[in-house]
């Protein structure tokens, strides 16, 4: 009598490991943390503190209030000039500005603040408000065409 081959495949014993794809997964989600956490909104007043997984967020103030006093300005925008051409403020002071379109279409940014209006036309406003934290003269002007070099622009002196 013949014997039978019992010779049936091995189970092949399986290296338990970290898969690749966790491990790209992993480092992926490190990589926007850290970049979220680098690049955050500084401008903001406050933010949020995350103390434990599973808890509610707890608010917390990131900067100091401001120390000076709110400056507002209304800034009528019109063919060839903004009225006034020059504001000017202390280190500290929050600056409220109301930009008035009185003709066209126009808008109003501020070099070094990272501000700007929306576009708007005749007899709109638009309002923006920021902390003057740095030192300086800064321009501010209309964006739309050819407007700044035809002399849509004043300065915003920080003392």
């Known amino acids: 009598m013949e014997e039978e081959n019992n010779t049936r495949p091995q189970p092949v014993e399986e290296k338990k490991g970290i898969n690749p794809l966790y491990l790209v997964g992993g480092l992926v989600l490190l990589g926007l943390i850290g970049f979220f956490v680098v690049s955050g909104n500084k401008k903001a007043a406050s933010r949020t503190e995350i103390t434990s997984v599973g808890t509610e967020a707890t608010p917390f103030v990131s900067e100091a209030p401001p120390s000076g006093s709110v400056k ?3 800034v009528d925008g019109s063919s060839y000039k903004l009225d006034p051409s020059t504001i000017t403020v202390n280190k500290g002071d929050t600056v409220k500005i109301i930009f008035k379109d009185s ?7 501020v070099d070094g603040y990272n501000v700007k209006t929306n576009l708007i036309g005749p007899g709109a406003t638009d309002t923006i408000e920021f902390i003057a934290d740095k030192s300086g003269s800064f321009k501010y002007y209309c964006s739309v065409a050819n407007h700044e070099a035809l002399g849509i622009t004043g300065t915003l002196v920080v003392q």
């Open 103 to 109: 003709d066209g279409r126009h808008d109003l940014v």
């Open 72 to 74: 507002e300005f209304t």
